[in-house]
């Protein structure tokens, strides 16, 4: 090809010439050239420059083709057309490829022929996985670890692999850890699995923090002190120490003290996208939607608001009162206007409407519907004040509101120690705590003040901007106060530790002596974390390997700063690297490793991983058990426990070693410890061993039996529907779009605790909708104790079927009314078996008061009444049709 490319040019030289006449042809002919000969010879040349520093006894990286192409000029003898750049990518993708058939030919030599250092570097022989994320040394290493798959012996063995192999000597080899527990474990499982390497004592490992600020104290030449409100220690000090902050600036400054106060009373619930379907929180008198502080139920979080900063500011008002004029005609009903203030003489309407005064697409009719009550009040003469979603998230409407009261000679109060009716402001620890996780996430992601505005600015276009701009403000004054009392004492806190590690390393102020880095939990890892990750493997330029286990799967601290995307975007943030699987477990069998799995990849964002064990149990792993009330479990719990006991003191049940059988009580919260678990593990010490996590402290370990108690659904249900705040979103990454990602994820940690089986403990008449999920999906079935087998919703598919009374006849209804509304009929002998039931006494557990519609029997009304142990609220249609009761809460009952 190249010797007709050269004889084409010659061709054209001869016909597009100078234009002089044409000499007589000439007997000198072009020498044929070896095209072939001078290809290879050049490819020959080019490899002679770099071929010397390739091992091609060892594991050779991605960086290395990287780092030939940019040194070592390409071979000639190329055709003229084919621009540099083009040249570079072919050439690098052939380089890539050889060093990849290279790599797996050195993969499957190791593995053969260290077979015995693999089988005897741990208690137990590595998986083909394990020992390929051990042979493995490209650049970047990123290993996908199913639950129970051996990620700390991977990070020991690998630590073998390495020493054994000499590709680092004990003292460049650094491994971090995400807590001082895990730290000291992979520490004394080196030193105890690798005793006789020389020198084993100064392979490091260390928790990110104590690194940190060892790369400080060395960069300086002076070990800082912590803080002694963050100390890892002193559980909760940091809270306190931001609510002292609070308190402090309140008594200094009352431009502060107002904005807080403001802020703790009226505005600390948001209220959600414009246009998102809201589910109600509240059911009162025939109502559904949310409570206020005054004790009504209005329909959106928007009206919340504007009845909340009314409340406060002392404004009488009516909510949804019979207007003035009766409307009621063929086409209309009778008009009930959203808010009215007697003392002025007006009318106020909240539109959902946006910038453009558009209503969301799913308000049927509503424009018609708006223009309708503008009509009747021009009509009627009546004054009506508007507000919409738009003026309300930009801060417009409250000003307008309060302008329009003024203006009435309506007087404004503002007291934010007015003794609510209904909902309390949120608690002032619990502000305290979102500010500090705020903190936490600006710190750990570097923010500036510029960044933070440009995030304020996006957010606004479809979230609460005036809200955002408050929180934003009270943050910044109290993070400044912060910093001055850190200043003062001359500390740092936590997430400085590693900030100014990784700015010392970036420097070069710090000399990092490790070419082997390995990071475990790596699914837990801040930004700052990654920061210094990242500065360390950058340090020292082709030599260094990073080698990082994680589960995303399991990521659960994002409250901490925690970011699944460091796993899902390994590649972005790491250049060179691979990612590899551990999808073996040696915990839970398989038909539990089966739905456990299922269930977490319903969320599409999980890596996607199939997870197999060499656990070969296969009686039933997962069992439900459903009671009336709450009240019910601990008592049935014990009886359980009794029934184990009584079979291993017969043989019946046997432990997988010691004498003891291993079971794992498990709760969402530190509260759903149970009150007599002293008393179970002394009574039942002989043949059970009893302990008691919550679900966030028992990732990373294991039991025979796992049992979950409280597995409701519920603000302090599981899934927790406690939400982070939308300002936290300021300072972090985009969130996960699923619903309840963390807590799925967390659940997902509970399940996989097990060797054995795993129990859940629920309610029938609150079942979590994870556990609803998973029986729908024919996994368990919610068997009640004391009742019928449930049927999941089969509209919502989160809430299960309850037989209620109507007014004409018996019908099944979702457990998540209000949020659910779907019904069906109920037949003649089930409407007469529950008429039968409804002769038995029943208490309410949510939050009710008097004049509230009756939750049990859906007809009768709740009544003060007195009792021997004194008043609470029965049905009204007490004691012939319904008898259900509930204590008093509010003051006003009383």
Known sequence: MIDWIIGALVVAGGLFGSGKKRSQPSTYSVPRVDADESRRQAEKDWRSGWEHNIDRSRWIPQSAAHRIIEANPLPGSVPFFIDASTRRSAKLRELLAEFATHNQSHLAAQKAKLRHFFDTVEKAPLTDEQAEACICMDDAVLVVAAAGSGKTSTMVAKTGYVLHEGLATPDQILLLAFNRATA???????????????????????????????????????????????????????????SNIIATLSAQDASFKRDWDLFRTIYARDVGRWGQVQEPEHYAQGKRG???????????????????????????????????????????????????????????????????????????????????????????????????????????AIFMLERELVSRNVELNFDPKRQSIGLPPVSERDLARSFRVFQQHVKNNG??????????????????????????????????????????GKFIDFEDMLIHAAAHVESGQYKSPYTIILADEFQDSSRARIRLLKALSDSVPAQTHLCVVGDDWQSINRFAGSDITVMTEFEKTFGYSTRLKLNTTFRCPQPLCDVSSEFIQANPVQIAKTVKT??????????????????????????????????????????????????????????????????WAKRFEDHL??????????????????????????????????????????????????????????????????????????????????????AKNGHLKLEPVDGEPLESCPDCGSGVLQLKSGKHRAFYGCSRF???????????????????GMDQSYRIREPVKAGDSCPICGHGVLQRRNGRNGPFLGCSRFPAGCKATSNISSPSDA
């Open 447 to 488: 923010l500036t003040h510029d960044q933070l505005l440009t995030a304020l600015k996006e957010q606004s276009e479809d979230g609460y901007a005036a809200r955002l701009r408050m929180y934003l403000s009270l943050y910044e004054r109290i993070a400044a106060e912060w910093e001055r009392r850190v200043r003062a």
């Open 614 to 679: 060499t656990n070969t149990l296969t009686k039933t792993p997962i069992l439900a058990f459903a009671f009336k009330n709450k009240d019910d479990i601990p008592t049935n719990v014990e009886r359980q426990l009794e029934e184990m006991g009584r079979y291993a003191s017969q043989g019946k049940l046997k432990p997988l070693k010691g004498k003891q059988i291993s079971i794992m009580i498990l709760g969402r919260y530190r509260n759903d410890r149970p009150a007599a678990l002293a008393q």
């Open 290 to 396: 949310f409570l206020t502080a005054k004790g009504h139920v209005v329909k959106s979080k928007e009206e919340r608001i504007i009845a909340d900063w009314l409340f406060y500011h002392g404004v009488n008002y009516e909510y949804e009162p019979a207007y003035e004029h009766d409307t009621a005609d063929e086409h209309h009903r009778q008009y009930f206007p959203d808010f009215h203030y007697p003392d002025a003489g007006l009318y106020h309407e909240h539109f959902a409407l946006n910038e453009k005064g558009e209503a969301p697409k799913d308000f049927k009719d509503y424009l018609k519907g708006v223009e309708w009550k503008r009509k009747i009040h021009a009509a009627k003469g009546t004054a009506l004040i508007e507000t919409t979603s738009h003026s309300l998230k930009t801060g417009a």
């Open 818 to 836: 209000p949020a659910c509304g779907y019904k069906r009929n109920a037949t003649e002998q089930e409407g007469g078996a529950h008429r039968q």
């Open 184 to 242: 000291d474990e992979v520490g004394e499982r080196i030193a105890e699995q690798l005793r006789d390497v020389p020198d084993v004592d100064q392979v490091r490992s260390n928790t990110f923090h104590a690194f940190g600020m060892d790369v400080i104290g060395n960069a300086t030449g002076k070990r800082p002190s912590l803080a002694p409100w963050v100390e890892p220690d002193n559980a909760g000090a940091d809270i306190r120490e931001v």
């Open 689 to 774: 061993k009893i302990d008691y996590r919550t679900v966030h402290s028992s990732k990373g370990l294991e039991a025979e039996y796992v049992f979950i108690l409280n597995v409701v659904q519920g603000t302090m249900g599981f899934p927790s529907q406690i939400q982070d705040d939308p300002a936290l979103q300021l300072a972090m990454p985009a969130p996960d779009p699923y619903p309840y990602s963390e807590e799925r994820r967390l659940f997902y940690v509970a399940m996989t605790r097990a060797r054995k089986q795993v129990r859940f403990y629920t309610t029938f008449g609150e079942p979590s909708q994870f556990l609803v999920e998973l």
